[in-house]
């Protein structure tokens, strides 16, 4: 069984810039791609960034290409996304969620274990 713990979230004001954590139990991580998504209320989940198995390749959502940054560290099961340049349209509940493949997927339906997310508002 999997399981992922988000942190990190928090209020921030625009313009700031904050990092959440992902740490993820079980084991070969390390073989399948993370993602980062978020929700806002009245909306459906959206992509933000995914990051493969291995670290070398990413993706990232249009309305944050150039501000967010995913990363991870497969010897502490953790992923992380660094965000900068924060707007108020960035709040949201931003989850974490393990991927059935290593590859890169921006469909929810390609992932199979989710965080219970973390709230980040920012404040203009």
């Known amino acids: 069984q999997v399981q992922l713990v988000e942190s990190g979230g928090g209020l921030v004001q625009a313009g700031d810039s904050l990092r959440l954590s992902c740490a993820a139990s079980?084991?070969?991580?390390?073989?399948?791609?993370m993602g980062w998504f978020r929700r806002t209320p009245g909306k459906e989940r959206e992509i933000v960034a995914v990051?493969?198995?291995?670290?070398?390749?990413?993706y990232y959502a249009d309305p944050v290409k150039g501000r967010f940054t995913i990363s991870r560290d497969n010897a502490k099961n953790t992923v992380y996304l660094q965000m900068s340049s924060l707007k108020p349209e960035d709040t949201a509940v931003y989850y974490c969620?393990?991927?059935?493949?290593?590859?890169?997927?921006?469909?929810?339906?390609?992932?199979?274990?989710w965080g219970r997310g973390t709230q980040v508002t920012i404040s203009s």
């Open positions: 969620a393990r991927s059935s493949y290593s590859g890169i997927y921006s469909r929810s339906s390609a992932y199979d274990y």
């Open positions: 079980g084991s070969a991580f390390s073989s399948y791609a």
């Open positions: 990051v493969t198995g291995n670290g070398g390749r990413t």
